[in-house]
């Protein structure tokens, strides 16, 4: 099979680039691993800022998320038994979305499917070759057969587990990680969220997050340590803890009910440098992962694909390589800024087993000083709507 652009992965930002190259009338291809029902089971991101609206809005995909979509002007935080609300619409003029990950990916699978556009599910790319010199050739497993995809140019959009970024030669490829003493146990039920905007908590407990998809459909996180097993945690125990750590005001108006999922996801700050190599480009959590606290794993992907979507295309019709050969600079210029901000809210609003009394005291006093000062608050809120990229 050949093409102009392989894309590897089929989750937001495979999809999203895809999505955006079709209508510039490039040819593309999506192999991915999984099936596209297995990529829709997964639970991830819950809230959109700047960037994905910028992306679905350029991809002609945001109808739904604009009619279905909870438009928040802030949220609040607890801590130290004080519960003080960031007014982003006040503060920076920008609303956030409340508009699950699984949702965005069925409107793109959706767009896909109108553009005719092909995507392989269950197809594992397991070897990259050509990318310095060309034509790219990857192949991958499919229908029992191995396979080859030639195509000019590949974006590796296949996540923290993938394959493409280990194609970029080890002498010049640097990784840069930290990984965070806890996970977060997440559980998604139908019951009306506690609260009409999302609830961050820092407890002496440990950190809870009350979110929601929908005004019937509710998700809630907790701290946990990072081996926690979700079966030593039923239903009642997660409903116990989110009360005492979310205090007694969301306590009261919290409901309820049966998980429909429960599971524990690790905290990792990761960045892979460069993003680009001769052929091969990076886009999403294959280059980048944040820790989730700051609702920015998604909106990285989207800003990601947009910029990339632009790259290739000025590199395919215009043969311009000036945005291709400034994509990596410029994309990771952004990422560290997110990842200092997504690396602030985690030290922020969780509590470090073992943590001393110093930095114990220096985490109060930063959630002191920030419930205080209209400064802070509006640093919090610029970050949180989607920095400029
Ligand atoms: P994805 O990981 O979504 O997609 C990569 C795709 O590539 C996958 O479908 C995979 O099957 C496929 N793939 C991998 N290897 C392949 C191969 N060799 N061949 C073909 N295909 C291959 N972000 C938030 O903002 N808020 C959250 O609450 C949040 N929760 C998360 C919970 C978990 C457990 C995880 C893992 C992530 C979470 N994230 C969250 C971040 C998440 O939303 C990502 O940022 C987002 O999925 C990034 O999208 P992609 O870059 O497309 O990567
Ligand atoms: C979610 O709703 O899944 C969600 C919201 C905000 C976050 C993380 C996750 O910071």
Redesign the pocket.
């Known amino acids: 099979m050949r093409t102009q652009v392989g894309i ?7 999809l999203l680039l895809g999505r955006l190259l079709t209508r510039q009338g490039i040819d593309t291809v999506i ?4 099936s596209a029902d297995h ?1 829709l089971g997964r639970i ?4 959109l800022d700047s960037a994905t609206l910028e992306a679905l809005r350029e991809a002609d995909c945001d109808q739904r998320m604009k009619s279905d979509g909870l438009f928040h002007d802030g949220f609040d935080i607890i801590a130290n038994n004080n519960r003080f609300h960031i007014d982003l619409k006040g503060l920076t003029g920008q609303q956030v979305i409340v508009y699950g ?1 699984t949702e965005v990916t069925r409107d793109l699978m959706d767009a896909r499917n109108e553009d005719g556009a092909p995507t392989l599910y269950e197809a ?2 397991v070897n990259i070759e050509g990318i310095e010199s060309g034509p790219v050739r990857i192949t991958h497993e499919h229908e029992g057969s191995r396979k080859e995809l030639v195509c000019d140019y590949v974006a590796g ?3 923290f ?3 493409a970024a280990k194609t970029i030669p080890a002498t010049i490829r640097r990784t840069f990680e930290r990984v965070y003493p806890f996970g977060w146990l997440g559980l998604f039920a139908d019951v009306p969220p506690c609260s009409h905007e999302l609830i961050y908590a820092n407890h002496a407990n440990g950190f809870a997050l009350a979110s929601m998809r929908s005004q019937t459909r509710s998700r809630y996180y907790i701290q946990c340590p990072i081996d926690t097993d979700p079966a030593d945690w039923p239903d009642e125990r997660v409903w116990d803890e989110l009360a005492i750590r979310l205090g007694p005001q969301a306590a009261a108006s919290m409901k309820r009910g049966p998980s429909l999922e429960k599971s524990v ?1 690790p905290l990792r700050s990761f960045v892979a440098e460069p993003m680009r190599h001769g052929r091969l480009f990076l886009a ?3 280059a980048h992962i944040v820790p ?1 606290t700051g ?5 990285l ?1 989207s800003a990601d694909a947009l910029v990339l979507a632009r790259a290739l295309t000025a590199l395919i019709r215009e043969g311009s390589g000036t945005l291709a050969d400034t994509y990596s600079a410029d994309r990771l210029e952004h990422i560290w800024k997110v990842e200092r901000f997504s690396w602030w809210m985690t030290t922020m609003l969780h509590r470090f087993s073992g943590q001393d009394d110093f930095n114990a005291r220096i985490q109060l006093a930063e959630l002191d000083y920030l419930r205080g000062s209209r400064a802070e608050q509006t640093s919090l809120a610029e970050n949180y709507v989607g920095l400029p990229f």
Not at 31 to 34: A, M, T
Request: proline share 6%.
């Open positions: 590897i992965g089929a989750g937001p930002a495979g192999l991915e691993k999984r990529v991830r991101a819950g809230v990950q594992a790319a959009c296949d996540g587990h993938g394959v996801a999403g959590d294959a989730p609702a920015k794993g998604l909106n992907a």
